[in-house]
């Protein structure tokens, strides 16, 4: 069992920056590839970003391209995303996930753990 805990969520003007973390605990982290994905109101949850099990591969949705960076370190179990210039249509829910998965991938049926998420508001 992996437990999974976002912070970092919050209210920010359009072109600000938020970094989320997301730190988990139980099985070993490295063995995990992580995931970030959100869900806007009224709509699916969606992929945003992954990294591989030892941090050298990552892959984003197109919409955070060049905005959203992901890194984990696997000394501290925590994963994070750093995001900026951010926009009103990013606001979300966004939540982080666990993938028994060497390379991850943006399908959420792949994960195993999700976190309970956080709320990320971008004001125009």
């Known amino acids: 069992q992996v437990q999974l805990v976002e912070s970092g969520g919050g209210l920010v003007q359009a072109g600000g920056s938020l970094r989320l973390s997301c730190a988990a605990s139980g099985r070993t982290f490295s063995n995990y590839a992580m995931g970030w994905f959100r869900q806007a109101p009224g709509k699916e949850r969606d992929f945003v970003a992954v990294?591989?099990?030892?941090?050298?591969?990552?892959n984003y949705v197109d919409s955070v391209k060049g905005r959203f960076t992901i890194s984990r370190d696997n000394a501290r179990n925590t994963v994070y995303l750093q995001m900026n210039s951010l926009k009103p249509e990013d606001t979300a829910v966004y939540y982080c996930?666990?993938?028994?998965?060497?390379?991850?991938?943006?399908?959420?049926?792949?994960?195993?753990?999700w976190g309970q998420g956080t709320q990320v508001t971008v004001s125009s």
């Open positions: 996930a666990a993938a028994r998965l060497i390379g991850g991938s943006s399908r959420s049926e792949e994960y195993d753990y």
């Open positions: 990294i591989s099990r030892s941090g050298l591969t990552t």
